[in-house]
């Protein structure tokens, strides 16, 4: 067997200092953990919380990801969407943690010992615990502390301070309880204050999503619906109901935080939240099996999309709304009006196959269409006379359809005609009533 | 006849033009010449327009703004060659805030398959800024067109800012009286229909010397081919504003309307 290959990953929230960490930093710093740990899981199942760390032993994995600095190299840019501060490398747990906590990395090249006895008491937890009474006996690093007559220091400071130390030499084994991943995802996180405006729970709502894109990760999936879910505090009006929700959903499963970020920012900026909120929870409905893709070996072209195309379209029927993103579809018909159908974004997964239109067709459909002015039955448009080009076309049909949706019977002589000022237009004749007939402008030959 | 030291003086000019010559001047763009190939640009499909287009088409990585007196009268005439090519790649072909209902079957015959047509329909102006700004940044589509009737210099600025890392070709359309504002936009053009079949083009301003001449370009929609006869097709402009039409029956002819009158008689009958 190979040698135990131990990382360790510090999640430190961004702005905490030296003194003690607020609840809501120790929160944010626990959800940073528990998303890291769970996307981990996707390396190696040798995944453990220590302290404030996350540990995984990946020797076993070290070929399938391309060698230990190639796994390193990825962990580290991965991982630092997630919260991943700090990372280092050692033959064991313990070694790695505290190394990571001295801002140090490489374990691995130089003997452990010669490392460890190096660094501040402060990096292994249980010599910090005795760090006063140390101090005062002269220790101040690691090597003084096991120079130390171990007997003496046994019956000084009690067993769990020399096993630590065993432990982080690599003298005596290391137990550790394996992070189990859930079936189902579901988290919830209370928040530091009260919150009224929708758009400042993104900030918050982006620690469930780093879990939410950790766990996926772990199960090889991506989302395709999420329900992310708030409850109000207690000073909402009467008329309030106790909780809301917001449905996402996506076109293709996706596990990007940056994009589910930005979806949820776009829902967010739209709704108005009945009263403040206290907590938040987030919930995966649907998942789906999103195998990873092997990258591309060339280096990226110019034209290479920054942001992929459905994931764009989302965004925009976010803001937009559905019906203003529309695809569109080729319907069998002799009636201009009928030969296609624009439906919100995506639409229809296999359009119908429609064969070509029997008659030129106009790239502009003016609906409905325009009555033009006739003297004499001569159509004009914008104050001109208009000229006609073309045979007439007939187009007969529709008899088979009530008049309550869509033109139904239709009967009309569809002319090109051409204007100085609009071009080429396909204008038609239809009769009225009795004798009466009247001229009206349907396409434009743009 | 030179002097020696008329001949010194000149020898670091040569060396200099030669420099020029090479990879510097490609690089290098004087004022009096069109600029040349640095970005890739998309053939218009024109012979006489891509001539005088600086890198030999509609550029990428840049607006390309069009005034026109209307919106809707002429712009696939105009862009339809182009815009196949473009969509070559399976990428669609964004339509923001159109004029009119994009008419697929006529779309077709441009060569745009109905999958690749995505219609944008935003409902304010600021909402069309704020779609093409996001089309251009996510470089996702094949080609871009969109009508922004109220858009002001600065917001056209940003929008070129944001269209330098896009790959495909973008449009705008604006109508013509803005021709005297001031736009970031490197090509701007004033497009007009003609009689005939031709469409009358300006240009405004290009990255290269003004071009005072209008071109005209014959542009007949592939659509109506069939539909017209050679004596229609004939490059001259036609007759404009001919008291009778040319080859329809008087509208008032008696069959037309027996045509059109048909079903009115029949259900005469019935109440009769």
């Known amino acids: 067997m190979s040698s135990p290959h131990w990382l360790a990953l510090l999640a430190t929230p961004r702005d905490s200092g030296s003194e003690p960490a607020s609840p809501a930093q120790a929160a944010e710093q626990e959800a940073a953990l528990r998303a890291l740990g769970w996307w981990a899981l996707q390396f190696t199942p040798r995944v453990a919380r220590l302290e404030e760390a996350v540990v995984l032993e990946v020797s076993a994995s070290l070929r399938l990801f ?29 070694g790695a943690l505290a190394l990571a906590r001295a801002g140090q990395h490489e374990g691995l090249a130089r003997p452990l010992d010669e490392l460890l006895d190096a660094l501040p008491l402060a990096c292994l937890s249980a010599a910090q615990t005795h760090r006063a009474m140390l101090l005062r006996l002269g220790c101040r690093r690691l090597g003084q502390l096991r ?34 991943l859930p079936e189902r995802f579901e988290a919830r996180l209370e928040l530091p204050f009260r919150i009224e405006h929708a758009p400042a729970l993104l900030h918050y709502a982006e620690s469930l999503l780093r879990q939410l894109c950790g766990w996926l990760a772990a199960r090889q999936a991506g989302v395709k619906r999420l329900t992310l879910a708030w409850q109000h505090d207690a000073m909402r009006g009467r008329d309030v109901s106790r909780d809301g929700a917001l449905q996402l959903g996506t076109a293709e499963p996706t596990r990007e935080l940056r994009h589910l970020s930005r979806l949820l920012g776009e829902h967010l900026a739209r709704l108005e939240l009945a009263a403040p909120v206290g907590e938040l929870s987030l919930r995966a409905d649907e998942i789906m099996l999103k195998p990873e893709q092997a990258a591309s070996l ?45 439906q919100p974004w995506p639409g229809p997964a296999r359009p119908a196959a429609a064969r070509p239109a029997l008659y030129p067709q106009p790239a502009w459909l ?81 | 006849m030179l002097t020696d030291a008329d001949s010194d003086r000149q020898a670091p000019a040569s ?51 069009i005034l026109q007196p209307r919106p809707g009268v002429c712009e696939f005439r105009l862009l339809g060659p182009a815009l196949a090519p473009a969509l070559a790649g399976g990428r669609p072909l964004l339509l923001i805030n159109p004029p009119f209902t994009p008419h697929l079957p006529g779309l077709a015959a ?10 944008l329909a935003p409902a304010t102006p600021l909402q069309a800024l704020w779609t093409l700004e996001q089309a251009l940044k996510s470089n996702a589509a094949g080609a871009l067109m969109a009508w922004l009737p109220e858009a002001r210099p600065e917001q056209l600025r940003r929008l070129q800012a944001c269209a330098l890392g896009a790959h495909a070709p973008c449009f705008v359309f604006r109508p013509e009286a803005v ?86 008689r029949h259900a005469q009958g019935l109440g009769v």
């Open chain 1, 66 to 94: 391309g060698g230990a600095q190639r796994l390193h190299r990825r962990l580290w840019r991965e991982a630092r969407a997630l919260g991943l501060s700090g990372m280092a490398w050692a033959p064991t747990s313990l």
């Open chain 2, 15 to 65: 060396a200099a033009a030669s420099l020029l010559q090479g990879p510097l001047g490609r690089a290098l763009w004087r004022g009096s010449e069109l600029a040349g190939g640095s970005t890739s640009a998309w053939s218009s499909g024109f012979a006489a327009l891509d001539a005088v287009l600086p890198g030999g088409g509609w550029p990428a990585q840049a607006l390309s703004e």
């Open chain 2, 179 to 264: 021709a005297a504002q001031s736009s970031a936009a490197p090509l701007r053009l004033l497009l007009r229909p003609e009689a005939g079949w031709a469409l009358a083009l300006r240009l405004l301003k290009r990255r290269g010397p003004a071009l005072a001449a209008p071109l005209r370009l014959r542009a007949v929609p592939p659509a109506l081919e069939p539909l017209l006869s050679q004596r229609l097709l004939q490059d001259e402009p036609l007759p404009l504003a001919t008291p009778t039409p040319i080859t329809l029956p008087a509208p008032e002819s008696r069959d037309v309307l027996a045509a059109l009158a048909r079903p009115a």
């Open chain 1, 147 to 180: 120079a130390l007559p171990r007997r003496a220091l046994g019956r000084r400071f009690g067993d769990g301070l020399l096993l630590a130390l065993d432990r982080a030499y690599g003298h005596s084994a290391e137990a550790h309880v394996w992070l189990q």
């Open chain 1, 366 to 446: 003016l609906e409905p269409p325009l009555r033009l002015d006739a003297p004499r039955s001569q159509p004009r448009y914008l104050g001109q006379p208009l000229q006609l080009l073309s045979r007439p076309q007939r187009v007969e049909g529709g008899w088979w359809a009530g008049q309550a949706g869509g033109p139904g019977l239709v009967q009309r002589d569809y002319v090109l005609a051409q204007s100085a000022q609009a071009g080429l237009l396909w204008i038609f004749q239809q009769r009225l009533s009795g004798e009466e007939s009247a001229w009206f402008l349907h396409g434009v030959f743009a």
């Open chain 2, 110 to 119: 441009w060569g745009l398959a109905p999958r690749q047509l995505l219609w």
């Open chain 1, 298 to 342: 060339l280096p990226s072209s110019p034209d290479e999309a920054t942001e992929a195309l459905p994931q764009l379209l989302e965004r925009l029927s976010v803001r937009l709304g559905p019906a203003q993103v529309r695809a569109g579809q080729l319907l069998e018909d002799h009636r201009m009006e009928l030969m296609q159908r624009w």
